[in-house]
Nanobody, 121 residues
Framework: QVQLVESGGGLVQAGGSLRLSCAASGRTFNSYVMGWFRQAPGKERLFVAIRRIGGTTTYADSVKGRFTISRDNAKNTLYLQMNNLKLEDTAVYYC???????????????WGQGTQVTVSS
């Protein structure tokens, strides 16, 4: 089992940057596929990025070229570097851990509490 705690959200102007962190407890952090999802008010939770155990990554088309997912297994931490933020990036961002991974929330077993990212004009 793993517990996840996100941090790093906040208010930023369009075009700015933020780096989200997801601290994981448990000694088996590096055995999970890790992903980031986001959920805007009144909308479903959507895939943002995934980093697999072998290091391969996949991004949603909407963030490709602007966001970078990375993980530091020594620190049990997952990151999401977000650059050139847009108004439509405003959402609660969640990190998630799973055994199989994928781009749908149902593939993940463990979730953090979320961190709010608000992009202003």
């Amino acid at each position: 089992q793993v517990q996840l705690v996100e941090s790093g959200g906040g208010l930023v102007q369009a075009g700015g940057s933020l780096r989200l962190s997801c601290a994981a407890s448990g000694r088996t952090f590096n055995s999970y596929v890790m992903g980031w999802f986001r959920q805007a008010p009144g909308k479903e939770r959507l895939f943002v990025a995934i980093r697999r155990i072998g290091g391969t990554t996949t991004y949603a088309d909407s963030v490709k070229g602007r966001f970078t997912i990375s993980r530091d297994n020594a620190k049990n931490t997952l990151y999401l570097q977000m650059n050139n933020l847009k108004l439509e990036d405003t959402a609660v961002y969640y990190c998630a851990a799973g055994n199989s991974g994928g781009t749908y929330p149902r593939y993940y077993d463990y979730w953090g509490q979320g961190t709010q990212v608000t992009v202003s004009s």
